[in-house]
């Protein structure tokens, strides 16, 4: 009884036309229906009413914006028509520990032409001979039944889906902002010219100091033609000096 108290007094503090999800495990329903959950929640998306003791469908509000639908561990046997005329937009649909025994139970789906996956698993039906290949003919809409394809391909998590948009989001972001490269690029331009402002430095410094060898290299030069000349002229001095000499020598024997 607090329980059911608890759960009207939250449906009827919350703005029903706001509501895109609505989790209602575990309440109890009342003849059928629960207390305060009606057709105002015009914007609902998902609604979870697993183990409230639900027996029929009958008092379902009109949800046309509802995509999934959680009824797993109730009482539901039969009625499944209502769902196409007040959910007509369901891609999703459990129905897994409910009363579900025969195939003709199930075949009121086909009027959800959206419906993608359907779980019926923990069901009596389940145990019929070539259950899956006959419900995969039956509801030729579905991908996925408890789970699986018909190749037994599991079937995605929604939260999975969910991940890949934030991905797709910070992609665009990317996008938007301009690849990383370009600016990595542009450091190494800015690196690259102030390398070669080094390099011209140290050549002008190079050829500055070469230039200074040089001159000094042409002083020697100089110093050592000029050193030669003297050793030159010294000889011709000298050579003189000897021609004279046997000439004097002479002279002096003449006289």
């Given at each position: 009884?607090?329980?059911?108290?608890?759960?009207?007094?939250?449906?009827?503090?919350?703005?029903?036309?706001?509501?895109?999800?609505?989790?209602?495990?575990?309440?109890?329903?009342?003849?059928?229906?629960?207390?305060?959950?009606n057709d105002?929640?015009?914007?609902?998306?998902?609604?979870?009413?697993?183990?409230?003791?639900l027996t029929s469908l009958a008092k379902?509000?009109?949800?046309?914006?509802?995509?999934?639908?959680?009824?797993?561990?109730?009482?539901?046997?039969?009625?499944?028509?209502v769902l196409a005329e007040r959910c007509p937009n369901l891609t999703y649909l459990n129905l897994s520990g409910n009363k579900i025994k025969?195939?003709?139970?199930?075949?009121?789906?086909?009027n959800l032409k959206n419906l993608k996956s359907l779980d019926l698993f923990n069901c009596e039906i389940t145990n019929l001979e070539d259950y899956r290949d006959s419900i995969f003919e039956l509801l030729q809409q579905i991908t996925y039944?408890?789970?699986?394809?018909?190749?037994?391909?599991?079937?995605?998590?929604?939260?999975?889906?969910?991940?890949?948009?934030?991905?797709?989001?910070?992609?665009?972001?990317?996008?938007?902002?301009?690849?990383?490269?370009?600016?990595?690029?542009?450091?190494?331009?800015?690196?690259?010219?102030s390398d070669l402002?080094?390099?011209?430095?140290?050549?002008?410094?190079?050829?500055s100091y070469l230039m200074k060898e040089e001159i000094q290299d042409e002083d020697d030069d100089d110093d050592y033609v000029e050193e030669g000349g003297d050793e030159e002229e010294e000889e011709g001095v000298r050579g003189e000096k000897r021609k004279r000499d046997p000439e004097?020598?002479?002279?002096e024997e003449d006289d």
């Open positions: 009884m607090e329980m059911k108290k608890r759960i009207n007094l939250e449906l009827r503090n919350r703005a029903p036309e706001k509501v895109t999800e609505l989790v209602l495990d575990n309440c109890r329903s009342s003849n059928g229906e629960i207390e305060g959950l105002s929640f015009k914007e609902l998306e998902f609604l979870s009413m697993a183990n409230v003791e379902l509000p009109t949800l046309s914006k509802l995509r999934k639908l959680e009824l797993s561990d109730n009482i539901i046997s039969g009625g499944l028509e025969d195939l003709g139970t199930v075949e009121a789906l086909q039944l408890d789970g699986f394809d018909q190749e037994d391909n599991e079937a995605p998590d929604s939260e999975d889906d969910d991940d890949e948009g934030d991905e797709g989001d910070d992609d665009e972001d990317e996008d938007e902002a301009g690849p990383p490269g370009e600016y990595e690029e542009e450091d190494d331009e800015d690196d690259g010219g402002g080094e390099g011209e430095e140290e050549e002008e410094v190079g050829l004097d020598e002479g002279e």
